[in-house]
Each structure stands twice: as structure tokens, then as C-alpha cells.
T-cell receptor, first 114, second 109 residues
Framework: NAGVTQTPKFRVLKTGQSMTLLCAQDMNHEYMYWYRQDPGMGLRLIHYSVGEGTTAKGEVPDGYNVSRLKKQNFLLGLESAAPSQTSVYFC?????????????FGPGTRLLVL | GQNIDQPTEMTATEGAIVQINCTYQTSGFNGLFWYQQHAGEAPTFLSYNVLDGLEEKGRFSSFLSRSKGYSYLLLKELQMKDSASYLCAVWDSNYQLIWGAGTKLIIKP
């Protein structure tokens, strides 16, 4: 089991460029999440999905779009990158959205927007 | 607003015991998690508390007091590999997971 994988691991973008971050999980989890982690702040939820074909906004969704066409994949898109989107992005998944459910995290994508 | 407070950084000695505190003010409570995150790596699950009291898991224990909005993570017999950040997170009444900024624990020989 690979668990949760993310590609790419690191990327440098210029302001205004676009990119897609890919998250894949092989644990048959229903729920998937995209977070960003910035220095001195807690993880912040960008978007999440409760199942294939569904997505919902989290705490900081502006400037990002997502898609969940297949159960195992969750894509995060930046249409026009801004320096404020420089961050470490983590994908996570869980069996369900229940309170006791552990979220399993991918290794992260480090994004620098110049 | 919703808030989770943890100390930014703590230092402890190898072989000793350290307690990392977490206080929270959230709209409702449906459980509290502790995660460990080594530098440059993903957070990994340590413990989950939903009822008051102490949960012990090997060298790590986690305590919860819902009436005080307070939890702590206790690490015993510290090892160098315990150098990491420890993240506290609370499920609120809307089943949103609210994360603290984390406590960076530095272990000295």
C-alpha cells in the first residue's frame, strides 16, 4: 500500500501561471481533503470531497479549484498563481467524515510562486 | 471565533518527560486529535480523545478536559527521534477539523 501520494513534490511558478496538483490514495477512502500549511499557522482546509464526483469549499477556497472524477484521485488546480499561494500543500484522506476518523496525509507539495 | 493555542516551541532533554499543552475555544466539540509532524514530512496520527481522561499509548499519553477546553500530550523517555512538531486539532460542531499551529519540540542530548 502506497497510502496517499502527491505529485509533484516541489514546483516553482511565476505569477499568473497555472498548475494542477495531483493526490492519489489506494485505501478506498471516501473522504479526501486539500490543506495548505504556512509558517506559524495551523493547517487550513482549502477544499474537500465526501465521495466521487462531489466537492465542497473549506476555509480558504479562493483561487483554487478541485475535481474528484475518480474515487482514488483528488486534483487541486491553481488557475492564476499568486505569491500568496506560496505554501506547502497537503492532501489527506479518511474512511468517512466521522469525528473519530483519522486523516492520512500525503508527503506534501512545496509550491513557490514568484 | 475558533481558536486553538499551543506553545510555539519547547526544549527537553533526552530521557526526560515533556508535556505539551493545547487549549481550545471552538463552536462545539466532537473530539481532539494529536498528530506528529517531522520537519519536511506529513503529519501522522498519534492519538484521539473524545471523553475526559487520560489515554495511554506506550511512551505517549494524551489527556482531555472538556469542561476546561484543555488537552495535553505527555511524552515519556524522550528519544532524539521525538524531535518534531506536535499538532493539536479539534472537531467542531460542524465536523470541521480546526488545527493549532503546532508545537516544535527540540530534544537535546
Amino acid at each position: 500500500n502506497a497510502g496517499v501520494t502527491q505529485t509533484p513534490k516541489f514546483r516553482v511558478l511565476k505569477t499568473g501561471q497555472s498548475m494542477t496538483l495531483l493526490c492519489a490514495q489506494d485505501m478506498n477512502h471516501e473522504y479526501m481533503y486539500w490543506y495548505r500549511q504556512d509558517p506559524g499557522m495551523g493547517l487550513r482546509l482549502i477544499h474537500y470531497s465526501v465521495g466521487e464526483g462531489t466537492t465542497a469549499k473549506g476555509e480558504v477556497p479562493d483561487g483554487y479549484n478541485v475535481s474528484r472524477l475518480k474515487k482514488q484521485n483528488f486534483l487541486l488546480g491553481l488557475e492564476s498563481a499568486a505569491p500568496s499561494q506560496t505554501s506547502v500543500y497537503f492532501c489527506a484522506s479518511s474512511t468517512s467524515g466521522g469525528a473519530a476518523e483519522t486523516q492520512y496525509f500525503g508527503p506534501g507539495t512545496r509550491l513557490l510562486v514568484l | 471565533g475558533q481558536n486553538i493555542d499551543q506553545p510555539t516551541e519547547m526544549t527537553a532533554t533526552e530521557g526526560a518527560i515533556v508535556q505539551i499543552n493545547c487549549t481550545y475555544q471552538t463552536s462545539g466539540f466532537n473530539g481532539l486529535f494529536w498528530y506528529q509532524q517531522h520537519a519536511g514530512e506529513a503529519p501522522t496520527f498519534l492519538s484521539y480523545n473524545v471523553l475526559d481522561g487520560l489515554e495511554e499509548k506506550g511512551r505517549f499519553s494524551s489527556f482531555l478536559s472538556r469542561s476546561k477546553g484543555y488537552s495535553y500530550l505527555l511524552l515519556k523517555e524522550l528519544q532524539m527521534k521525538d524531535s518534531a512538531s506536535y499538532l493539536c486539532a479539534v472537531w467542531d460542531s460542524n465536523y470541521q477539523l480546526i488545527w493549532g499551529a503546532g508545537t516544535k519540540l527540540i530534544i537535546k542530548p
